[in-house]
């Protein structure tokens, strides 16, 4: 191969060269006008679909729908004060019969007082424990203690 043969393949292969990259430049060019027209196609979408959201929304914020969400409001929280209600009424009659319970025991003089167990305080009550449980022969009541009122 003498040197003109090899400048005229050289060429040849150049002009190819060319030729491809100005098709792949052609094809980037198509690209990016598709691209482009998906781009604008998806944020019409977009902005159609933020006014439909808007539109929305705005019919929901009415006044019917407010006086509805104020009803269940005050509804639950009436519910809530009755259930409290209910709750310390229980707790307070609880609470009648043990001080009445206290009260009997003062009447009788019985020595109470606070033990503290485990780190917690109880009510203690002193008991003739010598004498054992108390036991009337007919029911089975042995956890009955006579109160040692004398110390």
């Known amino acids: 191969m003498n040197v003109d043969e090899k400048i005229y393949s050289l060429m040849m292969v150049a002009e190819e060269q060319q030729k491809l990259t100005l098709e792949f430049v052609d094809e980037q060019k198509s690209e990016i006008l598709a691209l482009k027209k998906e781009r ?3 944020l019409e979408l977009h902005q159609n679909n933020m006014a439909a959201i808007e539109k929305m929304s705005r019919k929901r914020i009415s006044l019917t729908w407010m006086f509805v969400t104020a009803a269940g409001s005050v509804c639950i929280s009436l ?3 009755l259930s409290a209600s209910y709750y310390l009424k229980g707790t307070l009659s609880d609470l009648a019969e043990a001080e009445a319970g206290y009260e009997r025991l003062r009447g009788f003089d019985a020595d109470i007082t606070k033990c503290v167990r485990n780190g917690t305080k ?3 009550v002193r008991v ?3 004498w054992g449980a108390y036991d009337d022969g007919k029911s089975n ?3 009955l203690y006579i109160l040692d009122v004398e110390n």
């Open 122 to 124: 109880y009510p203690c």
């Open 40 to 42: 604008e196609a998806i």
């Open 79 to 81: 519910l809530i004060a």
């Open 128 to 130: 003739m424990t010598s």
């Open 141 to 143: 009541v042995a956890d």
